[in-house]
């Protein structure tokens, strides 16, 4: 009988994580690149997480090293699907009750650009990049993420190929444009099982005729942003040519109290209000909703104009504003992954090595929101300081009840608790194996084996 030869572990619970994915990896040499690779994501930033740095290797001078071509190896040229790599992640994400995905949740599509050098990678060119807000040489990516008030994480993604990189231009079989993109990995979220209230897209998609009605044929409940002064064809002149137009135009009587809860648990008063204009109304198949600090002077950074085709019954005003609302975790998501996690700093060029890279960064991501209920399955810690037990109380305090604090979760936090443990233990297994080929001293191994049950040491010690 055929057995698979060892390999190495990753640090902690880390390894328990990556293990739950070596029936998608064959060969001993992607299954210890994969924990490497995760391992080395994870770790804190001290620069762009090249292949170099995730390897702990100088830049330029052991460019060659050998952990550096292995791990180039593994992302470029090993036979590993990273499709697989997803579902898998998103099957892990579903099992888990910390994560599962629920009906209350949404689907939030959304597309983001890095700056990339050259055009030897594929898919860059010079296109409108939103992490910098003008035109510029880089690269698009869209993406699916699932959000509710608590949770978020990034399901599927695609890179975005703009039609000077295809011979045949926008004629090309090839080219997709971004909302056929986001209707492609839709179908691909909705394959997998992942229930949503609705589907939340900002004005990039909602502006597109194609891809709301594309959402409206399907009978995918959505709820969409639009332009507030872009007008959709012609109109007579004494209707409306705009959302903004529409707003302007409704009476105070018709303007509604709409109260906004925040995860920090602030409210705020909005102001929301039904439209009428270009085939959108209260008795139509599609709603148009306008929500806003102030009616008077509708201000542009606080003034929402939404679609959908929920009705009334389903989600009253209050409650699209919310759906809508919960948008804002994407965002959180691209800071997360690219500002920890090294999203944009792969130095690859080839699609698959990219779509690798983009894969593994969502499972170093998911591991975050697993560690959580490792935690609490496995060490009983929370993160929260729990009140003692009654019987360790004095005598005089044992009739005081204390609550235990409920906290929600929250993927920096998460982070820190994971980079308090495996921080320590790679730098401290590297040094000592530098060091010597002995075993480690006792207290060394036993400060080893906590850090390895993932017990994090506190780094910011006061002396």
């Known amino acids: 009988m055929l057995t698979c030869r060892p390999y190495s572990l990753a640090p902690g619970p880390l390894e328990d994580y990556a293990a739950q994915f070596d029936s998608v990896f064959k060969v001993k040499a992607q299954r210890s690149g994969f924990r490497r690779y995760l391992a080395g994501l994870l770790l804190p930033r001290d620069r762009n997480k090249t292949l170099t740095a995730l390897a702990g290797a100088e830049p330029v001078v052991q460019a060659q090293a050998a952990e550096v071509r292995q791990l180039q190896f593994f992302l470029s040229e090993s036979c590993w699907d990273a499709e697989v790599v997803t579902a898998r992640r998103i099957a892990l994400l579903a099992d888990d009750p910390v994560t599962a995905p629920s009906a209350d949740g949404v689907l939030v599509i959304d597309d983001t650009g890095d700056r990339k050098d050259g055009h030897a990678t594929a898919h860059v060119a010079r296109q409108y990049l939103g992490s910098v807000g003008k ?41 997709r444009t971004k909302p ?68 302007e135009e409704v009476a105070a009587k018709d303007w509604h109290h709409v109260e906004r809860h925040f995860r920090d648990g602030h409210t705020e008063q909005w102001w929301a209000c039904e439209l009428t204009l270009f085939g959108y109304g209260p008795d139509k198949p599609v709603r148009a909703v306008c929500a806003t600090t102030d009616p008077r002077t509708l201000p542009e950074i606080s003034t929402r104009y939404l679609t959908t085709n929920l009705s009334r019954e389903q989600a009253p005003m ?14 959180q998501s691209y800071k997360r992954m690219k500002d920890e996690l090294g999203w944009a700093d792969f130095m690859v060029r080839s699609d698959r090595a990219i779509r690798r890279h983009w894969a593994l960064v969502c499972c170093a991501f998911a591991f975050c929101w697993w560690h959580e209920a490792y935690r609490n399955r496995v060490t009983g810690d929370n993160g929260v300081s729990m009140p003692p037990e009654p019987d360790a109380l004095p005598p005089e305090r044992k009739k005081i009840s204390h609550p235990a604090p409920t906290v929600r979760p929250c993927w920096p936090r998460t982070l820190r608790a994971v980079q308090a443990w495996l921080a320590p233990a790679h730098w401290l297994t590297r040094c000592w194996k530098a060091f010597s080929s002995k075993p480690p001293p006792h207290e060394l191994a036993q400060l080893l084996e906590a850090l390895n049950r993932g017990q994090g040491v506190n780094l910011y010690l006061r002396i």
């Open 135 to 175: 035109v510029d040489n880089g690269i698009v990516a869209v993406t699916t993420l699932w959000a509710d008030e608590s949770c978020y994480y990034p399901l599927h993604f695609a890179p975005y190929t703009p039609a000077i990189r295809l011979a045949g231009g926008k004629q090309d079989p090839a080219f």
């Open 180 to 247: 056929e993109i986001a209707l492609h990995l839709l179908g691909n979220a909705q394959a997998a099982g992942i229930p949503f209230r609705a589907i939340v897209a900002d004005c990039s998609y909602g502006d597109h005729c194609g891809f709301e009605q594309a959402l409206v044929k399907q009978e995918l409940p959505h709820v969409l942003a639009h332009c507030g002064t872009l007008g959709r064809g012609w109109a007579r002149e004494d209707l409306a040519h705009s959302f903004k137009d529409a707003a």
């Open 318 to 331: 209050g409650e699209i504003i919310r759906l809508y609302g919960l948008r804002n975790w994407v965002e």
